[in-house]
């Protein structure tokens, strides 16, 4: 059985499980998120099903956005794509960035990522097509704390994004479940 089978056979499992009414367990909710919040944050395994639920944060109260590292890479990479999006279509009012301790792309470096896509037979010529760009993001990236800076700086001073969204900054303990603030958005 493969990965996908297992999921698929997880997913008739759960539905046939829901009761009739199982709107007591997952309301049915709008696109539109309740609490007009967008959070920008890493794609970690360790914050799946802990980092909403330790922020008091529920099903359809904000719009999620993960990449690797939380990083912004670029004026209208996906990431600010996302934000503008949900600050123009989907009523977000605030934009929180939440980086996290012990990030992954904290402890890589381009030319190991590298070396790894040219074990596994991805082609020289494609590597070159990017290596500036994972320079400039992954050997760059080494604190997490200062990465959350970095990037709330970087969505607050785009101009596609309105001067009154605040855009705030929180580290993450994937241990513990804390939360501390690193950049306050209604003081900047």
């Not at 999620?64 to 600010?80: C, H, M, Y």
């Not at 949900?86 to 470096?109: A, N, P, Y």
Request: charged fraction near 25%; glycine fraction near 6%.
């Amino acid at each position: 059985m493969t990965i996908l089978d297992e999921m698929l056979e997880a997913n008739r499992k759960f539905v046939k499980a829901l009761p009739v009414d199982f709107v007591d367990y997952y309301p049915v909710t709008s696109k539109m998120p309740n609490r007009e919040i967008a959070i920008f944050t890493c794609m970690d395994t360790r914050l799946v099903d802990f980092l909403e639920p330790a922020m008091g944060i529920k099903r359809g109260e904000g719009k999620v956005i993960k990449n690797a590292g939380n990083s912004v890479t670029g004026p209208f990479g996906a990431t600010i794509r996302s934000l503008i999006v949900s600050i123009f279509e989907l009523g977000v009012k605030e934009i929180i960035v939440i980086g996290h301790l012990d990030c992954g792309i904290s402890h890589t470096t381009s030319q190991s990522l590298i070396q790894k896509m040219l074990d596994r037979g991805i082609s020289p010529d494609a590597i070159k097509m990017i290596d500036r760009e994972l320079e400039n993001w992954i050997d760059h990236f080494h604190h997490p704390i200062d990465n959350v800076e970095e990037v709330v700086m970087k969505i607050r001073s785009n101009p596609l994004i309105p001067k009154d969204v605040p855009v705030h900054g929180l580290i993450f303990n994937p241990n513990t479940g804390e939360v501390e603030v690193v950049v306050d958005g209604y003081q900047a």
